[in-house]
């Protein structure tokens, strides 16, 4: 039987998220196990008049693959392809559904950092210029990742998108945005971390649902050269499958001078190692969304859980009046519910994850 909540979650990235109209022209990216949401999208596109609709399939093998066959030229060349068809898209769809989070653990970093610059003017121009939104179908890998089985991790993940009341969590942030657009200095305290950043002059933006589904967080940018400090974040950072234990960073002028970890300190600093950019904050997030609890290893949920922060590395969204330049757009969270406190200009604004503004 086809689950009805797909329909549903088609319906709101659609409608509410891409806002599809007559003539738009559509791509839809996705690992080839996202096809019955993929489905759901393409039927609703035709629908809503979309004068054409590009499918894009792929999977963590065909990623090895290229990884270990292509040369480093290859890798470093202009995707002149890639950047013709962005430049004709009006809305794009990001549907996750990996069948192996561990799938490209053993590939060099480097590798990957090669492509990801060659495609920054494609993914720049994504960001910049199209409506785009990316989510996640749930899968047995991802479900193994959050300890769970299949169907409580569907019943997580579909409860995160349809249960939502989307504009009303609009309406629920803007007080935040308001608020952090006024604000000039921004302090996280908890255990291990003490990091001051400087946020004046950088535009806050109200993250409900448009751009990432689920949604729920209020994020902006940081002065480069402003973070002083040392921060201990409370998961496990990944990237590219790999993780990356009891990641602590300690800035001074903005920069990291010291990146240690439990497990992947080596990777973890040839990571940010790959531009100048890399080891400069891009993105200060505030997760928002009290309905997600849980880490999952998913960034996509994780970033959101209300009483966290997270630190995204390197490149920052132009939106937000970042100056950071790089191929690395890496968060990493830091859960203040148990332990912690975040301050604007030396007022405590959320106590242990509770808002008291």
């Known amino acids: 039987m086809n689950d009805p909540r797909i329909a549903k979650v088609a319906e709101i990235l659609v409608n509410y998220s891409a806002k599809v109209k007559k003539g738009d022209r559509v791509a839809i990216r996705s690992d080839f196990s996202g096809l019955p949401l993929v489905t759901e999208i393409y039927r609703l596109c035709l629908k809503k008049g979309a004068r054409e609709v590009r499918l894009h399939f792929g999977s963590y093998e065909l990623d090895e693959i290229y990884a270990k066959n292509s040369t480093s030229g290859q890798r470093k060349a202009f995707p002149t392809l890639a950047m013709e068809e962005i430049k004709r898209i009006d809305c794009w769809f990001g549907i996750i559904a990996t069948t192996n989070t561990r799938g490209l653990s053993g590939v060099d970093p480097k590798i990957f950092s090669e492509t990801q610059k060659a495609y920054r003017p494609v993914s720049n121009w994504r960001v910049e210029k199209t409506r785009w939104v990316l989510t996640l179908f749930p899968t047995h890998a991802q479900a193994q990742e959050a300890d769970m089985s299949l169907s409580d991790y569907e019943d997580f993940v579909y409860q995160a998108i349809t249960k939502v009341d989307?504009?009303?969590?609009?309406?629920?942030?803007?007080?935040?945005?308001?608020?952090?657009?006024?604000?000039?200095?921004?302090?996280?305290?908890?255990?291990?971390?003490?990091?001051?950043?400087?946020?004046?002059?950088?535009?806050?933006?109200?993250?409900?649902?448009?751009?990432?589904?689920?949604?729920?967080?209020?994020?902006?940018?940081?002065?480069?050269?402003?973070?002083?400090?040392?921060?201990?974040?409370?998961?496990?950072?990944?990237?590219?499958?790999?993780?990356?234990?009891?990641?602590?960073?300690?800035?001074?002028?903005?920069?990291?001078?010291?990146?240690?970890?439990?497990?992947?300190?080596?990777?973890?600093?040839?990571?940010?190692?790959?531009?100048?950019?890399?080891?400069?904050?891009?993105?200060?997030?505030?997760?928002?969304?009290?309905?997600?609890?849980?880490?999952?290893?998913?960034?996509?949920?994780?970033?959101?859980?209300?009483?966290?922060?997270?630190?995204?590395?390197?490149?920052?969204?132009?939106?937000?009046?970042?100056?950071?330049?790089?191929s690395l757009h890496w968060d990493m969270i830091k859960d203040l519910r148990t332990s912690g406190g975040l301050y604007f200009d030396g007022k405590l604004v959320q106590d242990r994850g509770v808002w008291k503004i």
Do not use: C
């Open 166 to 326: 989307w504009q009303k969590k609009y309406g629920e942030q803007e007080k935040l945005r308001r608020l952090l657009d006024k604000t000039k200095t921004v302090r996280i305290v908890g255990e291990k971390t003490d990091l001051t950043l400087n946020i004046k002059g950088r535009k806050a933006e109200n993250a409900a649902g448009k751009f990432n589904m689920p949604d729920g967080e209020v994020f902006t940018s940081v002065v480069e050269n402003s973070a002083e400090g040392f921060i201990t974040f409370s998961f496990p950072a990944i990237y590219l499958g790999r993780e990356f234990h009891d990641v602590r960073l300690e800035f001074k002028k903005g920069r990291v001078v010291s990146a240690t970890a439990s497990k992947g300190e080596r990777d973890l600093n040839k990571i940010l190692d790959m531009d100048r950019g890399a080891r400069r904050i891009g993105e200060l997030g505030i997760g928002n969304n009290f309905k997600i609890q849980r880490f999952t290893k998913n960034i996509l949920f994780d970033e959101k859980i209300g009483g966290s922060v997270h630190l995204a590395l390197g490149k920052g969204y132009k939106e937000t009046l970042s100056k950071n330049v790089s």
